[in-house]
């Protein structure tokens, strides 16, 4: 049999106050819409078909290569958002899977589930269903007495009694395809909302004497929609609990799951330990046996085996094998952390590649230079790349040795074994075992201390 995928993404979201549309919202690194598509995706239909309306072209963008789009031009409910996929979909044979984008915790293991239930029971259309320890909000699932489906009420419509009931309706569905569009066809908007309810299709489905199931899920928390900001962090913390757990799983120990956050498409190899109040974003990739410890923030970065990353920020850069880096350092774009580099306390390097074994200990700035094998950079050195108008670049040779706070003003480039003598401000290049002193002469001025007015005070004596 044939799948088919509807994802509806045309409303707006006016709850969540914002100006970006509901869902493009992020939740762990991807756009709740991003979620909804990627696991129906992994269930393999023959093709997925995306509604959108508001901030159609962004959600285009966001979803290229993994959907095809219609576009509802006016938000005129479920039913008239199902429809406006006529052309693509109403001559197809097999079933289609309904479902809606700001429903981002729905996993592919349940969404397939639906389809062989649907499948398995010959069902002319099937509700995914969940039992809601608080059902406010949702479309309740009215029964027979022989348990089955006689239609979904949605909230403003219910009564007192209807609205009592705890199973509701997640929002997903799955339709015989060809009777799915010849039923939209029937809806009116003869409710409060004055909409067109794709809920409405499952009365049309029964007046016709056509076989109506529900599959209740076990997971209640998959269903929840995201329509506010309150919504979205919950939604967030489940899902940052089910990628810790996978992660867990896979041999990351994590010493306080619940406060490391950790995005969707993070990797992380096995015996990594991440501390609490870690935060890991991004395409990030983690090799194993790292130490990740706590306030230590890592985004788009490659990081590669048995490195420590000591309460520091990780941006967009590279570190390699045995490397290790802070506290509270920086790593900004483009930097490249080679083999056995130690990276000591506050200190920043950008779009800077930093050899093997060398070191840079502490309070140092490393902007746009290369330093080579077993470099030694003192403490508060600054190379100075900014000339107000250009950044330039310097280049500092194998075990060469930068004397403390000194300052190198690129463009210049430091030899192989060559030497800065401590707080030079270097300008030209420094030869090959050369040493370079770039400061003024030490002057002693003697009975200094006699100039100063405190000299004749017998408290300082």
Wanted: include cysteine; charge should be neutral; hydrophobic fraction near 35%.
């Amino acid at each position: 049999m044939k799948k088919f995928v509807v994802v509806l993404a045309a409303g707006k979201g006016t709850r969540m106050k914002s100006k970006l549309y509901k869902v493009l919202h992020q939740v762990c690194g991807k756009s709740m819409v991003e979620h909804v598509v990627e696991a129906a995706q992994a269930i393999k239909p023959d093709k997925i078909v995306t509604v959108v309306g508001n901030g159609a072209e962004k959600v285009k963008t966001v979803l290229a290569g993994k959907s095809e789009f219609v576009l509802q031009k006016k938000q005129l409910g479920t039913g008239d958002a199902v429809l406006t996929a006529e052309k693509q979909l109403a001559q197809e044979d097999g079933a289609t899977l309904v479902i809606t984008g700001d429903t981002p915790l729905f996993t592919s293991k349940t969404l397939q589930k639906l389809f062989d239930y649907h499948q398995n029971k010959g069902n002319a259309a099937t509700v995914l269903t969940a039992q809601a320890p608080n059902p406010y909000g949702y479309g309740r699932i009215i029964r027979d007495e022989q348990d089955n489906v006689l239609r979904i009420v949605e909230q403003k419509d219910g009564s007192p009694e209807e609205l009592k009931i705890k199973e509701i309706n997640t929002g997903v569905f799955c339709f015989d395809n060809k009777q799915l569009f010849t039923a939209l066809k029937q809806v009116t908007n003869d409710n409060a909302q004055g909409e067109y309810y794709l809920t409405d299709v499952l009365e049309i489905l029964r007046n016709n004497n056509q076989r109506i199931g529900a599959y209740k899920m076990h997971d209640f928390s998959e269903s929840i929609g995201v329509n506010d900001r309150i919504a979205l962090a919950q939604a967030t913390k489940i899902m940052q609990k089910r990628i810790n757990e996978q992660h867990m799983r896979e041999g990351v120990t994590f010493v306080d799951p619940d406060t490391a956050y950790i995005d969707a498409d993070v990797k992380i190899g096995s015996d990594t330990v991440i501390e609490g109040n870690v935060v890991i974003k991004g395409k990030t990739v983690i090799g194993n046996n790292c130490l990740i410890t706590a306030g230590s923030r890592i985004i788009d970065s490659q990081i590669s085996n048995k490195v420590t990353i000591t309460s520091s920020t990780i941006e967009g850069a590279k570190m390699a094998d045995h490397s290790d880096i802070g506290p509270n350092s920086h790593l900004r774009t483009n930097s490249i952390i080679e083999a056995g580099v130690h990276i000591g306390n506050f200190v920043e390097v950008k779009n800077a590649e930093i050899g093997q074994n060398s070191k840079v200990g502490h309070l140092t700035y490393v902007g746009d230079a290369t330093l080579g094998k077993d470099v030694n950079v003192g403490c508060g050195t600054i190379f100075a790349n900014y000339d107000g108008v250009q950044k330039d670049h310097t280049t500092v040779g194998n075990r060469s040795f930068i004397g403390s706070g000194s300052t190198l003003v690129a463009p210049v480039n430091v030899a192989d074994h060559a030497f800065i003598a401590a707080d030079s401000t270097i300008t030209k290049d420094v030869s090959q075992y050369d040493m370079a002193i770039a400061r003024g002469k030490q002057v002693n001025k003697p009975n200094y201390w006699h100039r100063l007015p405190l000299a004749n005070d017998p408290n300082w004596q």
